[in-house]
Nanobody
C-alpha cells in the first residue's frame, strides 16, 4: 500500500500551464503503476493519464492527448502531470492513483483497477 499526496493545483487562465505532483510513501513506489484521474463538478471521475512502473509507457485520454504529459521519478517517489494549453473543460479535482505491486510494462485506465488514491488537488481554469 502507498499513501499519496497531490500538489500543484490552482486557479489559472485558459491557455496556461500547470504541473501537478504526487508523492508516494509507504511501499516501494517503483513497484506501482500510476495514474491520474479527474472529477469535474456534477460529473463522474474520469481517466486522464497512466504510466508504467518505470515510466517507459504512458497512456493519455483523448481529451488531453497532445496537451498533457505524465512522467515519474522513482528516485523521488513522485509522478507528475504536466498540463499545457489548459481549457475551462479541464477544471476539476485531480486525483493520483496507484496500482500494485504490478508487472513491468502494465498500465491501467479504469478507476476500479487502482487500489490507492490521494486526496485530490483542485484545478480551476477560468478567465
Amino acid at each position: 500500500q502507498v499513501q499519496l499526496v497531490e500538489s500543484g493545483g490552482g486557479l489559472v487562465q485558459p491557455g496556461s500551464s500547470l504541473r501537478l505532483s504526487c508523492v508516494g510513501s509507504g511501499d516501494t513506489f517503483s513497484d506501482y503503476a500510476m495514474g491520474w484521474f479527474r472529477q469535474a463538478p456534477g460529473r463522474e471521475r474520469e481517466f486522464v493519464a497512466a504510466i508504467t512502473r518505470v515510466g517507459r509507457k504512458t497512456s493519455l485520454s483523448g481529451s488531453v492527448k497532445g496537451r498533457f504529459t505524465i512522467s515519474r521519478d522513482n528516485a523521488k517517489s513522485t509522478v507528475y502531470l504536466q498540463m499545457n494549453s489548459l481549457k475551462a473543460d479541464d477544471t476539476g479535482v485531480y486525483y493520483c492513483a496507484a496500482r500494485g505491486p504490478t508487472v513491468t510494462g502494465a498500465w491501467y485506465t479504469e478507476e476500479r483497477e487502482y487500489g490507492d488514491w490521494g486526496q485530490g488537488t483542485q484545478v480551476t481554469v477560468s478567465s
